[in-house]
């Protein structure tokens, strides 16, 4: 596919949600415009494994991808994205799945949350049911190595910013967590055992990931709240600490992420390494 | 060379003075401008600007050694008062930095100062108990 194909079907998903921003009531464009162009572009930065700053203060200049997202795929034993995996005309449902499987269906919440908030309707454009929309998720885990991860809680904080009052909205700005899946898509600790979920500052996380062939994604609180019970299984599972407590920056993503497994019950155990539900 | 262009201006005018000095930052690890890893090794310790799901942070090592305290460990134990629990701003970090490297007198401190204060800035900071 060229290069002028790639940017086409960005510009296609941006579309989508431009058409969506337009049916937005009066007086609420303004405030959800944001959040719609984060979601819009955590669709399009992890399928393309491009930045999703430079996307925002550049626009969309095509496929850039890095070479240790190449790298971090195939020493995980995962699918590497290719440009071939996204040429269909259904693109936008293509993105929609994608995001679905990233985020353990978070994207969906939010995209029916909006839709049924501000959009009357126009999220269903995006068909679930679609041969794209299930492809798309199968390739949602592979390409969560690559993703500059904070990225897709912001958007839901941001999302959940609109949505004030609600349950979701008063769970914003809690941060964003990080946890590691292996090439099953199924999320396994370090050392490959199941029920556990890595979290940690950059660099260690993604040397984790490639160490145990996992990969690494995010997502938001507020999001997971909102998750039906079988995608919050992961809940009362163990968390793996990738970065030791003691090394914990202050004012960092990671420290709000322990902060609020803290408040829910979580306790480090003996060696630091890991937070486990109180009493566990 | 590292890629600042997304980072706070006082991080770009700290990789500028350290240019300047003779030590300027280099990539140590890169996986997007947003995540990144930059250090400057100078006479007085390894600096280390870290970009972590675009939130920028800046550390010093002692010489020699590889773990990185933020300033506030760092003037806890070259002043031998209690860490303080507060965030600090990173303009302030930055020129706190500036101004230590730059100093001419060679500080006195203790790693395992360094090490305790920082596991005791981060648990308190998490409502966690050491």
Redesign the interface.
Known sequence: MSRRQRLSQSVRVLALVTVCVGLLPQGASASAEPALQSIAYEAVVPAYGH????VREHGIPGIRR?S??QNGAASSGGRVLTPAAFDKDAFSNDVAGFGDDLTFGATSWARRTINEKYLGGCGDVIDASSTAHTAGGALGFTAGLAV????LG?AFGQVSKLLAGSKAGRAANTG?ARFVAASDGVVTDLVGSRNAISIG???EY?ANAQATGARTFSMADDAWNAMSPTEQWVRNQRFQLATP???????????RE??YL?GRGY??NVSGTLMIPGGG | MPDLSSAPQALQTLAERLADGGTPLRVHSFDSPTNQQLRAQTPHGTVQVLADRGQWFVELAPPGASEFFDTAVWSACLTRTEVSLDLVPLDAQALWLEEFLAADVRSEYAVECLLEARRRRAYGRMGLRP
């Open positions: 930045d999703a700053k430079v890095g240790s997202i500059p991860t904070g990225y912001r964003t500052h950059y660099p993604v407590l003691s090394q914990v920056r202050a004012g960092s993503f990671l420290e322990i902060g803290s306790v480090p």
